[in-house]
């Protein structure tokens, strides 16, 4: 069972930005591959971007180009960059591990609104 805290959800117009935060262990770091989820109201939970151990990184189609996920390891941290942010994008954002996400442990992620 691990432990992740999101940050840096919040009220933006559409075509802003916003960019999110995940605290966690340098163990995550070094043994998992991370990705951030999503979910609408009414709606399933939503693979958005993983990047794996070793760096490789894949995008869903929907945020492609508009999203970017990172991570520095100085601070056991991983980052999603949201740009061009769209209505459609607004939805509780999940920082996890793909094994705890397939096992159903999740956080409280953070809220992302994109409204005028």
């Known amino acids: 069972q691990v432990q992740l805290v999101e940050s840096g959800g919040g009220l933006v117009q559409p075509g802003g930005s916003l960019r999110l935060s995940c605290a966690a262990s340098?163990?995550?770091?070094?043994?998992?591959?991370m990705g951030w989820y999503r979910q609408a109201p009414g709606k399933q939970r939503e693979w958005v971007a993983v990047?794996?151990?070793?760096?490789?990184?894949t995008y869903a189609d929907s945020v492609k180009g508009r999203f970017t996920i990172s991570r520095d390891n100085a601070k056991n941290t991983v980052y999603l960059q949201m740009n061009s942010l769209k209505p459609e994008d607004t939805a509780v954002y999940y920082c996890?591990?793909?094994?705890?996400?397939?096992?159903?442990?999740w956080g409280q992620g953070t809220q992302v609104t994109v409204s005028s």
């Open positions: 990047i794996t151990n070793s760096g490789r990184i």
């Open positions: 340098e163990s995550i770091f070094s043994t998992n591959s």
């Open positions: 996890n591990t793909l094994k705890q996400g397939a096992l159903g442990y």
